[in-house]
């Protein structure tokens, strides 16, 4: 079993334990009924010793009031005089109906209040298997940490006799209100509560009226819904360890897919070697395989582009660097006119190799930093403006064009020197290759949500088949003498800084010859 289905089961058992409490608080609710029926007695006892406060003769009055009951009530009513001895008791076969005097009512086997609930039961709940499971370990808990009862004496003590002289009778014939708890006997064990109140009759006590009657139905109620709860009970406990299997299941299985699909993504060298495959799940286990699919597809793409870069920067440098190692070879027996060209074609390669370098090190840090870099809201119409002023240097080469009545402020969120960096690189890339008597045109319009920047040039254009490529890195369309001043890093430069503002770089032929690069920045508000 995994963790996390026993974390799942556990935590279901938990809601077990809900109906275990049940089983505690049926206590206090006998508790209560028991209160309730010892409240109803009493009711009782005082009613007829009400009716025989003004009674002459108690005895004839107490038969007589006995007689006209016919057996109706559900306890046992007894009345003695002042000296204990037994008047009128309803349980006396002349004082019954025919049909009741003929019964012999039997005697359950329940528990006292102050005993255990869950031990003095009838027979046949005791030896359910039900029963035993879950009832024996409450016992043994209750033994545990519930102080024993204190033993209650036996009902046996009024049989038979004429004189009831118990504790509670006592108290009565002292003008107080007497109660007590007693086991019957016989074929069962039951408890019987008994109230006894006195007769008051011209200030004195005349007789007691003593009420007593067996908790055997009330007690059977509660085994049976105990039973009952049993059953709940140990339905629950099944209906939670399905529960948990089936959602852990759900869960586990996926999950260990996603796990195996991990370990095996790369090799023990650490090359990718497979890919994440999204799941079916329309949960969130689905999800996050569809976004470690979509995860590993970037992460295969970088590496390949890692791949593709590492190799083209070796093609790079691997010219200079042969430009170098042959110019220092041929130096060697060369004389003073020619080793001087030597050293010149050195220093020619080593400085495109460190403009290489440099360029390496700046989209590198594009890559890694420009995520982390401080950014504030700024007004790129006035950085524009700015700009062709100074490439222009009083001249005219550029010429800054905006549309008529639309000459407002643009604002975007962003890092002033990278706009800048853009900027220029496109105003260069125009200069290299425009004619130097023509103009280049620097456009400002609102495009939408964004602001749009775009150089135009008058110069030979870009073939169509290289449109697609002139952003990747160390591409590049320049005649072969010119390619030596340049890196072809510059436009990809460009496109890493604008794309990470969330926005855009392009290009297009334009039209009468020349080509156009744009970019676009969202804005954040304009004035």
């Not at 006892?45 to 007689?67: H, Q």
């Not at 009128?88 to 009512?105: F, G, N, W, Y």
């Not at 430009?323 to 080593?350: C, H, M, W, Y």
């Not at 319009?445 to 602001?451: H, L, M, Y």
Request: aromatic share 8%.
């Amino acid at each position: 079993m995994s963790k996390l289905t026993l974390r799942l089961l556990v935590f279901n058992l938990l809601l077990v334990f809900f109906p275990i409490g049940m089983f505690f608080y049926l206590d206090t609710y006998e508790k209560q009924l028991l209160t309730g029926m010892e409240n109803a007695m009493v009711q009782q006892g005082r009613l007829i010793a009400a009716a025989l406060r003004e009674s002459d003769d108690i005895k004839e009055d107490g038969l007589t009031l006995l007689r006209n009951m016919e057996g109706r009530q559900d306890a046992r009513i007894r009345i003695v005089d002042e000296a204990g001895q037994l008047l009128a008791d309803s349980s006396s076969p002349s004082l019954l109906p025919e049909s009741k005097a003929l019964s012999s009512p039997g005697v359950s086997k329940v528990s006292s209040r102050g005993s255990s609930l869950y031990e003095e039961i009838s027979p046949s709940l005791r030896e359910h298997w039900l029963y035993k499971t879950a009832v024996y370990p409450l016992n043994i808990i209750k033994r545990l940490f519930v102080e024993p009862p204190v033993p209650l004496p036996s009902a046996e003590y009024y049989s038979a006799s004429t004189e009831l002289l118990g504790p509670e009778i006592m108290e009565a014939l002292q003008g107080r209100y007497g109660a007590y708890t007693r086991y019957s006997s016989g074929g069962q064990r039951s408890v019987n509560l008994y109230s006894a109140l006195p007769v008051i009759r011209k200030e004195a006590v005349a007789g007691v009226v003593l009420i007593s009657r067996s908790t055997y139905r009330i007690l059977t109620d509660l085994y049976k819904l105990r039973l009952d709860m049993v059953r709940v009970f140990f339905l629950s406990l099944s209906a939670a360890a399905v529960l948990s299997l089936i959602l852990a299941r759900t869960i586990t299985i996926p999950v260990r897919k996603l796990r195996d699909q991990a370990e095996s993504f790369l090799d023990h060298r650490g090359r990718i070697r497979g890919s994440f495959r999204s799941l079916k799940n329309r949960d969130e286990i689905g999800d996050l395989s569809r976004s470690l699919d979509s995860l590993s597809g970037r992460l295969e793409e970088y590496v390949g582009f890692m791949d593709g870069f590492s190799s083209d920067l070796s093609h790079e440098l691997k010219n200079p660097v042969a430009s170098i190692l042959n110019a220092v070879e041929l130096s060697r027996d060369a004389d003073t006119p020619d080793r001087d060209r030597f050293l010149e074609i050195i220093q020619k390669e080593g400085r495109r190799i460190q403009r290489l370098i440099d360029d390496m090190r700046n989209i590198s840090q594009i890559d890694v930093q420009i995520g982390e870099e401080s950014r504030g809201i700024m007004d790129i119409s006035t950085l524009v403006r700015e700009l062709v002023h100074q490439k222009n240097a009083g001249g005219e080469r550029f010429i800054l064009q905006e549309k008529q009545g639309n000459q407002r402020d643009f604002m975007i969120r962003a890092s002033e020197d990278r706009i800048v960096q853009c900027l220029v690189n496109l105003m260069d890339n125009a200069d290299s290759f425009s004619d130097p008597a023509e103009p280049i045109l620097v456009r400002m319009e609102e495009a939408g949500q964004s602001v749009e920047i775009s150089v135009l040039d008058r110069g030979p254009g870009i073939p169509e088949g290289n449109i697609p490529k002139l952003f990747n890195r160390f591409f590049s369309d320049r005649t072969a003498p010119d390619k030596q001043n340049h890196s072809g890093l510059g436009l990809s430069i460009v496109h890493s800084i604008v794309q990470a503002y969330g926005g855009t770089v392009f290009c297009r032929n334009r039209e009468g010859g020349g080509a156009v690069f744009s970019l676009c920045i969202p804005l954040q508000y304009f004035t």
